[in-house]
């Protein structure tokens, strides 16, 4: 009896407890969809067609996983992708808002404009052989999809034939745009693109991202926007020994300048996220440096606290310079991020559709890779890969303690955007690492690719043939999103993007890299002309 009563009293409790943890915000309730079969049909069209281009979306990822490129210096994806969809009749504009290795593809006309976008660079050190379950890098020291980048324009390319082939014959309005997220991991194109003019005409961003199950959500995410800051000091060479009273040392300002840092961190809030790199810390001890550089994310959950962690980055950087006798430079600003906030009806489509999907059917080849990396991890619990999709689709978020970025977030505060999560990728990694990219040249990161390019494609026939979906959407966007917070951006008007980043990274490694490039024409798979037996594990 009392147990029942305090059972009762523990569901009450949890039932009162879910409106509150998911819909802080007011928000106007979706409308259920209507019987719309034609619709359902072309659906049913698109899943089959995106199941047919299988070896399509295959080829895509092995061949970007082969060039493994980092940001900025993503020369052969960018060519290759831009080939791609000019052969499938996309107008394509090279070389946009000042980046070499980015575009924006073209295929339709007229309402609605439904901007397709996946990032596409990858991490230093983190070149790595598919399929082997531990850590055994292609070439030592390369660079490699880390992060999973290499997947999710095939993701969208591979939805976008399966619409338009569907939207030609049905001649149905709306433009498909497809572009790149250049150089995302150093948060360093999106907001140059909105302030371009990207997205001025789009109607809703659908972007994609890697992950280990599909999922979407909607509202204020957890995680950090940021600013990407390099701070360079300058003072006088002298003979170290002979006469260092004639020297001023740009490098003891950046130490101080990362003592300073260090010791102020105890009082910043707990939701900031800091780290640093020096980047130039002098040529060699005799010569009392004259030059040196460190470079700062400053993280925080919204825009003031950004901004307000910016300038005490300038301060600590300029008392560094008073007590090393140097100068400052000005700053350059390498990259920047909004906070990212995503669209409730848009995110309401797609959790739908991913209902309809759900996730892969994983082979135990599969699974035993997963698996043994889970345990070469040491993961506590080797439970191989996601079997199953959420249970709920999951709003804003009440308490955010800092995280990642993505630069997304500028894109989501200008235009109705959502980031649909495909399961390509293996749960439990540390993510930046060499073990992230293990899947992502095997049928695991082939299966979530086509599993994410099916609810791509279905979002988008919504979009195209629901126009009440895109007003309810802006409205959301205009009442509720935006009705407090109004972006400016973090880029100065005299930023530019960053494009000499990681140029000396790759053209140390490309030689050695171009020796491994995906040959299609040669090669079913890249673990094929690797001569990797699937999967090889302990
Ligand atoms: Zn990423």
């Known amino acids: 009896m009392k147990r029942s009563v305090l059972f009762a009293a523990i569901l009450v409790a949890a039932l009162a407890a879910v409106p509150l943890a998911q819909d802080p915000a007011p928000a106007p309730a979706p409308p259920p969809a209507p019987a719309n079969p034609r619709l359902d049909a072309l659906k049913t069209e698109a899943i089959a067609d995106v199941d047919k281009r299988a070896q399509f979306s295959q080829q895509m990822v092995d061949q970007i996983f082969s060039f493994g490129e980092l940001g900025f210096q993503e020369v052969e994806t960018n060519r290759y992708l831009i080939d791609v969809l000019k052969k499938n009749g996309f107008a394509v504009q090279e070389g946009v808002a000042g980046v070499p290795t980015a575009f924006v593809a073209n295929w339709g006309s007229g309402k609605p404009v439904i901007a397709l976008g996946s990032d596409i660079d990858g991490i230093p050190q983190a070149s790595q052989k598919p399929g082997v379950a531990w850590h055994e890098p292609l070439i030592d020291g390369a660079p490699g999809h880390g992060e999973g980048h290499n997947s999710g324009q095939a993701v969208n390319i591979t939805a976008a034939l399966a619409v338009k082939k569907i939207m030609e014959r049905e001649k149905l309005s709306g433009t498909i745009r497809i572009w790149p997220g250049t150089a995302e991991e150093l948060v360093g194109t999106k907001a140059y693109f909105v302030r371009a003019g990207l997205f001025k005409d789009v109607d809703i961003a659908l972007f994609t991202h890697v992950s280990d199950n599909l999922d979407v959500s909607w509202g204020a995410r957890s995680g950090t926007g940021l600013v990407s800051v390099q701070y360079s000091f300058q003072g006088e060479t002298a003979h170290a020994a002979g006469s260092p009273w004639r020297g001023r040392s740009a490098l003891d300002a950046v130490q101080l300048m990362d003592i300073g840092w260090n010791f102020r961190r105890e009082h910043l809030r707990l939701s900031q996220r800091s780290h640093s790199v020096v980047v130039d810390g002098g040529d060699q001890p005799n010569v009392v440096p004259r030059s040196a550089s460190i470079w700062y994310y400053f993280r925080e959950i919204d825009y003031p606290h950004i901004k307000e962690l910016w300038e005490t980055g300038?301060?600590?950087?300029?008392?560094?310079?008073?007590?090393?006798?140097?100068?400052?430079?000005?700053?350059?600003?390498?990259?920047?991020?909004?906070?990212?906030?995503?669209?409730?009806?848009?995110?309401?489509?797609?959790?739908?559709?991913?209902?309809?999907?759900?996730?892969?059917?994983?082979?135990?080849?599969?699974?035993?890779?997963?698996?043994?990396?889970?345990?070469?991890?040491?993961?506590?619990?080797?439970?191989?890969?996601?079997?199953?999709?959420?249970?709920?689709?999951?709003?804003?978020?009440?308490?955010?303690?800092?995280?990642?970025?993505?630069?997304?977030?500028?894109?989501?505060?200008?235009?109705?955007?959502?980031?649909?999560?495909?399961?390509?990728?293996?749960?439990?990694?540390?993510?930046?690492?060499?073990?992230?990219?293990?899947?992502?040249?095997?049928?695991?990161?082939?299966?979530?690719?086509?599993?994410?390019?099916?609810?791509?494609?279905?979002?988008?026939?919504?979009?195209?043939?629901?126009?009440?979906?895109?007003?309810?959407?802006?409205?959301?966007?205009?009442?509720?999103?935006?009705?407090?917070?109004?972006?400016?951006?973090?880029?100065?008007?005299?930023?530019?993007?960053?494009?000499?980043?990681?140029?000396?990274?790759?053209?140390?490694?490309?030689?050695?890299?171009?020796?491994?490039?995906?040959?299609?024409?040669?090669?079913?798979?890249?673990?094929?002309?690797?001569?990797?037996?699937?999967?090889?594990?302990?």
């Open 314 to 538: 300038d301060t600590i950087a300029k008392a560094a310079a008073m007590m090393a006798g140097v100068e400052v430079l000005p700053t350059k600003l390498l990259g920047s991020a909004w906070p990212q906030h995503f669209n409730r009806t848009v995110a309401e489509t797609t959790w739908a559709n991913i209902q309809k999907v759900g996730t892969p059917q994983w082979s135990d080849a599969d699974q035993q890779l997963a698996k043994a990396l889970q345990k070469e991890l040491k993961n506590p619990r080797a439970e191989g890969l996601t079997m199953k999709i959420g249970n709920s689709l999951s709003g804003p978020v009440r308490e955010n303690n800092g995280g990642g970025s993505d630069d997304i977030g500028d894109v989501s505060w200008n235009v109705p955007t959502v980031t649909l999560r495909y399961p390509s990728n293996i749960p439990g990694l540390p993510g930046h690492n060499w073990a992230n990219a293990i899947s992502m040249a095997t049928p695991i990161a082939h299966k979530g690719v086509t599993a994410g390019a099916k609810v791509q494609a279905m979002t988008m026939l919504d979009l195209v043939m629901r126009p009440e979906l895109i007003d309810q959407a802006w409205k959301y966007f205009r009442e509720v999103q935006t009705k407090e917070t109004k972006y400016e951006p973090l880029i100065r008007t005299g930023d530019q993007p960053a494009t000499w980043l990681n140029k000396a990274t790759m053209d140390k490694y490309r030689p050695e890299m171009k020796k491994y490039y995906y040959d299609p024409s040669r090669y079913k798979s890249y673990l094929d002309q690797l001569g990797i037996k699937y999967p090889t594990v302990k």
